[in-house]
């Protein structure tokens, strides 16, 4: 696909960044010398290479690179404490990191948590290589471009850490065919061409920014990337390089929306918003229609182990929807080339209406779990993905999502396992019982929440509960509320927390309880 670019549209601007354009043919040229670079620092085929770094074009030259020179790309969430990076790190048995400035103090401390590193590569820009790191810059320098390595088909791509109900996230197997073939679906359904512009202002670490980078490859069309969400600057964007497409979450569309400045801005260029991690409200629907009324809105629902896009809820459906609709509170239909049915208990196909769990097949479907078979073979047991969503088929095939089987909550468009807060509560010496869940939030679609049953003649506040997560879990994990109560928790058959009976008071009767 990079070759392709460069052949179709050899000068036509493939990233944009901080002021500094670059080609199609100078990206394929920077990937195949920085292939050969990591190809000189000893990686072999199959070999992994983490990325701890903001957005920037190297990024995505890093993305295509790693492949290029025969290794596996391990995008690390730079939101994630030192602990959980280096479970990331020592998991995937990556060889190499490559760090960038803001990340280069930390990244020095992960190497005694992860023996299998080899080398620290700094990418970053100062003019001095700090003295602990091999330098990108100086490499590349001394390098001729590579060959292709010739990955492909059924070798594996990337691996993404996602959380996990354990507490340690699990490393998603992507392949080159599954990514390939998401992104085409994707080309498809959204409509995007080589005269687009895409906006990625989402984490590269997230899958939704490499498949940016990757539909921008097939298309040889351009991509604007932002190190971090900021509503004021995405719109002076959006104005500047004429974005036609931007990928974003429902609380970045509102805080888009609500800007005082907006007005401004000349946004006639933005043709298409994606977003995903929770359905849009009717509120605010109404208001970005409003505000940019030549704008189409497609939801994708979708999770890291799909490839990830499941189904999509498309513009018409958004605009049927201001005339009272019913379909905005769904997640869509399937995407081409998906399958996507319920199951109960008994793995048996449920009708249109009844709830179950929602399960997948199709190419684009991760192998599995790095490194945790167990994992594999009961997340896909039946050659189904089992994705751990409880919901329904309507008679017209549009999906929707009512509950969570797997106990995750969505934030922001983050995952947060409620089991790894629940470790880090627990943790606390005044903490006798504690139950994780998401709660409804106007900003964050869900917010991290916990009901706390404190010891007996111990005393803790909420505001030392929350201190005591941020010690020890990424900002975006902790709870960010609290309730006490002294009452024993509601239990099930098997003493288990019966979190939907306390979670029901905060949902108040909502037909959607995520």
């Not at 769904?330 to 449920?350: C, K, N």
């Not at 106990?407 to 089991?419: A, F, K, L, P, W």
Request: contains cysteine; charged residues 20%.
């Amino acid at each position: 696909m990079l070759r392709r670019a460069a052949l179709v549209n050899r000068h036509g601007i493939a990233t944009r960044f901080e002021g500094r354009q670059t080609s199609w043919a100078e990206t394929l040229d920077r990937v195949q010398r920085l292939a050969s670079a990591l190809q000189r620092l000893g990686l072999a085929p199959g070999d992994r290479v983490a990325i701890l770094a903001a957005n920037s074009e190297l990024y995505v030259q890093l993305l295509f690179a790693i492949p290029w020179a025969g290794g596996v790309v391990v995008p690390i969430n730079t939101r994630l404490a030192g602990e959980e990076i280096a479970h990331c790190l020592a998991d995937s048995g990556s060889r190499l990191l490559i760090v960038d400035d803001g990340f280069l103090r930390a990244a020095r401390q992960l190497q005694a948590l992860a023996p299998g590193l080899v080398q620290l590569v700094y990418a970053g820009g100062a003019s001095e290589t700090p003295g602990d790191c091999l330098g990108l810059a100086g490499l590349l320098a001394a390098c001729e471009p590579a060959a292709d390595a010739g990955r492909g088909g059924s070798d594996l791509f990337a691996l993404y850490y996602t959380g996990g109900t354990t507490g340690r996230s699990k490393g998603v197997m992507l392949t080159h065919q599954g990514m390939i073939t998401n992104t085409l679906q994707w080309i498809l359904e959204i409509g995007v061409g080589r005269d687009d512009v895409l906006l990625v202002v989402a984490p590269m670490f997230h899958l939704v920014g490499g498949l940016n980078a990757i539909a921008a490859a097939a298309l040889g069309a351009g991509l604007c990337l932002m190190p971090r969400f900021d509503p004021r600057a995405v719109l002076q964007m959006i104005e500047a390089e004429q974005v036609t497409k931007a990928a974003l979450v429902p609380t970045m569309i509102n805080a888009i929306v609500a800007h005082p400045e907006i007005a401004n801005f000349d946004l006639s260029s933005l043709r298409r918003i994606s977003y995903g991690g929770s359905p849009i409200s009717e509120t605010l629907l109404r208001r970005t229609l409003a505000v940019m009324p030549q704008t189409l809105l497609y939801q994708v629902y979708g999770q890291t182990e799909g490839g990830p896009n499941i189904s999509i809820l498309k513009p018409r459906d958004h605009r049927i929807a201001v005339d009272g609709s019913s379909k905005l509170g769904s997640a869509g239909q399937p995407i081409t080339g998906t399958e996507v049915v319920i199951l109960d208990h008994d793995e048996a196909v449920l009708p249109a209406g009844a709830v179950g769990e929602i399960c997948v097949r199709g190419l684009t479907v991760s192998p599995g779990y790095w490194n945790l078979p167990e994992e594999t073979a009961k997340a896909q047991r039946g050659g189904w993905l089992h994705t751990g969503d409880a919901g329904y088929l309507d008679a017209d095939g549009f999906l929707y999502i009512v509950d969570r089987i797997k106990d995750m909550i969505i934030t922001g468009g983050e995952n947060v396992y409620s089991q790894e807060v629940e470790n880090a509560l627990y943790s606390h010496p005044a903490v006798a019982e504690c139950a994780v869940f998401g709660i409804p939030d106007e900003r964050w679609g869900e917010r991290v929440h916990a009901v706390v049953r404190l010891r007996e003649g111990c005393s803790a506040s909420g505001v030392e509960l929350i201190a005591h997560c941020r010690r020890q879990l990424a900002a975006y994990k902790c709870i960010r509320s609290v309730d006490f109560r002294s009452e024993p928790f509601p239990l099930s058959g098997a003493n288990k927390i019966l979190k939907r009976e306390l979670r029901a008071a905060y949902w108040d009767s909502r037909p959607r309880q995520v």
